[in-house]
């Protein structure tokens, strides 16, 4: 049996991550690939109960301390129910966000809580992604983006614009901190171009 691997993809919102994961698992499924393509919040039943929790109603719903919390239990079910079982089963699990949007996002809203997140994430998470996707892009950009999609779902981009900036500086000084495991690619380029590229790295990383 072929071993698991565990890909996430990041970024601000907007900036392409929904629309990179499915074409990656769409071309590794193709290749003949077993794979799992799952989201956070969410990716468990129970998680996306918690998922509906964070990403609806007004800004101002939870302070930044009981989010944290919500977030964290919503990723300990995804780990337990998805990504774990799905990992042994040698399965290629393909998440849209994962614990560094936890680091980065929350770190941004309340920067005293990073010691909070790191601390969490070590009692309760501790799986570490193989390999990370940081879709970099102007904010300006992502935005217009995001809130095109009128999901319903928009409690956090209504943050504004100078949020989104703080979340891309965030992201790019993670990649310092894992940069064994963190790429980061320009979003800004073509879908196609930038799909073809993912699909490059992570076979290499499967011949590794
Ligand atoms: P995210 O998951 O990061 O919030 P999405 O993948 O949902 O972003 O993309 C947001 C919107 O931008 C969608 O309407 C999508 O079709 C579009 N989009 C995604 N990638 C690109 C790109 N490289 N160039 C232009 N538009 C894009
Ligand atoms: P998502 O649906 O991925 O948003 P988008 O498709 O717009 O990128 O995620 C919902 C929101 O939750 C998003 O604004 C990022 C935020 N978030 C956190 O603040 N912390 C986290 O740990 C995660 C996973 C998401």
Same mark, same amino acid.
């Given at each position: ?35 799992? $393509?799952? #989201? ?35 990723? #300990? ?9 799905? =990992? ?14 936890? #680091? ?15 601390? =969490?994430?070590? $009692? ?30 928009? #409690? ?17 000084? =993670? ?9 980061? =690619? ?7 171009? $930038? ?10 990383? $499967?011949?590794?």
């Amino acid at each position: 049996m072929s071993k698991g691997l565990f890909i996430t993809f990041e970024g601000i919102d907007g900036s392409g991550k929904s629309t990179q994961a499915k074409l990656l698992a769409k071309s590794l499924e193709d290749s003949g690939r077993n794979v799992i $393509l799952t #989201r956070e919040p969410g990716g468990s039943s129970g998680a996306e109960l918690i998922r509906k929790l964070l990403v609806e109603g007004p800004p101002n719903r939870w302070s930044a301390e009981t989010e944290l919390l919500l977030f964290t239990a919503a990723r #300990r079910d995804h780990i337990e129910k998805t990504i774990n079982p799905s =990992l042994a089963a040698g399965k290629i699990v393909i998440s849209d966000r994962y614990a560094d949007s936890t #680091r980065v996002y929350q770190g941004v809203t309340r920067g005293e809580l990073r010691s909070s997140v790191d601390k =969490l994430h070590e $009692l309760m998470i501790v799986k570490e992604p193989d390999l990370t996707f940081i879709i970099d892009m102007d904010p300006s950009v992502a935005l217009k983006r995001g809130l095109s999609r009128n999901s319903g779902e928009d #409690r956090f981009e209504e943050f504004g614009l100078s949020f989104q900036y703080k979340l891309r500086e965030g992201f790019i000084e =993670l990649q310092k901190d894992f940069n064994s495991r963190c790429i980061v =690619l320009d979003g800004s380029e073509k879908i196609n171009s $930038l799909s073809s590229k993912i699909y490059k790295l992570v076979q290499k990383k $499967l011949d590794d």
